[in-house]
């Protein structure tokens, strides 16, 4: 079995694999972020990445714009039933 | 009184009865736009796009199979349209300055010669979230839907697959390069910032 390296398991992280990944592979990743503490950070920071993406998101529309937008659309759908 | 199923609700709007679809309206067009805003587009063009999918989700939803749920089929819509309008809906290219960025990290045998330095402590999330706009806008449109579709909307990958019209090894490649850009982009901004 190949013995994966740092590039390796920090391509897997990156595609998302990390999360979706066999039983397997995802022990052979674990074994190897055990080991390495940049992998480690890698994956810490891709999952604050994910964290700090959501947070963003969620502060892009506050509730009363959100409460104008539903109000004009079931208005303008209405109308055109 | 209970919430009707997808189902149920699915056939009042397909027989175009106001409660069902101010129902739908009430329950996704936050999302729609909180996505529409976080492809870049500007308000009124987010909100008109917002829109557009709802009049393409009735004039649709009569062919509506139900193979995924209304969620997915709405942002669907979205993230097409949202593409289609920018035309940048150019093929992902072979090669992209990440794939070498993320390369130079590496040794010869695939150690990191160069460690990750970026943020990584959770109670910075407020200070990241601030400074991740501006490296959005560094993304190609169709990394950045896919960035965004799975980890914002938090969507299935083989429902990102249909919504962008990708294989699942192209979706892994698009998020590889969103993933790192943005990574990158934010260790630079740390590192200024510190």
Same mark, same amino acid.
């Given at each position: 079995?190949?013995?994966?390296?740092?590039?390796?398991?920090?391509?897997?992280?990156?595609?998302?694999?990390?999360?979706?990944?066999?039983?397997?592979?995802?022990?052979?990743?674990?074994?190897?972020?055990?080991?390495?503490?940049?992998?480690?950070?890698?994956?810490?920071?891709?999952?604050?990445?994910?964290?700090?993406?959501?947070?963003?998101?969620?502060?892009?529309?506050?509730?009363?714009?959100r409460d104008?937008?539903e109000k004009?659309l079931i208005e303008?759908l209405s109308?055109?039933l | 009184m209970a919430e009707p199923t997808e189902e149920s609700l699915l056939s009042d709007i397909r027989a175009r009865k106001p409660a069902a679809i101010a129902q739908a309206v009430r329950a996704h067009a936050g999302d729609?736009?909180?996505?529409?805003?976080?492809?870049?587009?500007?308000?009124?063009?987010?909100?008109?796009?917002?829109?557009?999918?709802?009049?393409?989700?009735?004039?649709?939803a009569?062919?509506?199979?139900g193979?995924?749920t209304v969620r997915?089929?709405?942002?669907?819509?979205?993230?097409?349209?949202?593409?289609?309008?920018?035309?940048?809906?150019?093929?992902?290219?072979?090669?992209?300055?990440?794939?070498?960025?993320?390369?130079?990290?590496? #040794?010869?045998?695939?150690?990191?010669?160069?460690?990750?330095?970026?943020?990584?402590?959770?109670?910075?999330? /407020?200070?990241?979230?601030?400074?991740?706009?501006?490296?959005? #806008?560094?993304?190609?449109?169709?990394?950045?839907?896919?960035?965004?579709? /799975?980890?914002?909307?938090?969507?299935?990958?083989?429902?990102?697959?249909?919504?962008?019209?990708?294989?699942?090894?192209?979706?892994?490649?698009?998020?590889?390069?969103?993933? #790192?850009?943005?990574?990158?982009?934010?260790?630079? /901004?740390? /590192?200024?910032?510190?």
């Amino acid at each position: 079995m190949k013995f994966w390296s740092c590039r390796d398991v920090a391509r897997m992280i990156a595609e998302g694999e990390f999360d979706e990944a066999s039983c397997l592979r995802r022990l052979l990743a674990q074994v190897h972020l055990l080991g390495c503490r940049f992998c480690r950070r890698y994956l810490r920071e891709m999952r604050l990445l994910s964290k700090a993406a959501r947070h963003w998101a969620h502060g892009l529309v506050e509730g009363g714009r959100r409460d104008a937008l539903e109000k004009r659309l079931i208005e303008r759908l209405s109308g055109s039933l | 009184m209970a919430e009707p199923t997808e189902e149920s609700l699915l056939s009042d709007i397909r027989a175009r009865k106001p409660a069902a679809i101010a129902q739908a309206v009430r329950a996704h067009a936050g999302d729609l736009l909180r996505a529409a805003l976080g492809m870049g587009l500007p308000e009124a063009d987010a909100e008109e796009l917002v829109q557009g999918v709802f009049t393409t989700f009735l004039e649709a939803a009569p062919r509506f199979e139900g193979r995924s749920t209304v969620r997915t089929f709405l942002f669907g819509i979205l993230y097409r349209k949202a593409l289609e309008a920018g035309r940048k809906k150019s093929r992902e290219l072979a090669t992209d300055p990440t794939d070498e960025v993320f390369d130079g990290r590496f #040794n010869w045998w695939g150690h990191w010669s160069r460690g990750p330095r970026g943020p990584e402590d959770e109670a910075d999330v /407020k200070e990241i979230a601030g400074l991740l706009a501006e490296c959005l #806008n560094g993304l190609p449109d169709q990394q950045r839907a896919a960035f965004q579709l /799975k980890e914002v909307d938090q969507e299935e990958s083989g429902s990102v697959c249909n919504i962008l019209g990708v294989e699942s090894t192209h979706l892994r490649v698009l998020l590889f390069r969103a993933r #790192n850009r943005l990574r990158e982009c934010l260790e630079g /901004k740390w /590192k200024e910032a510190s």
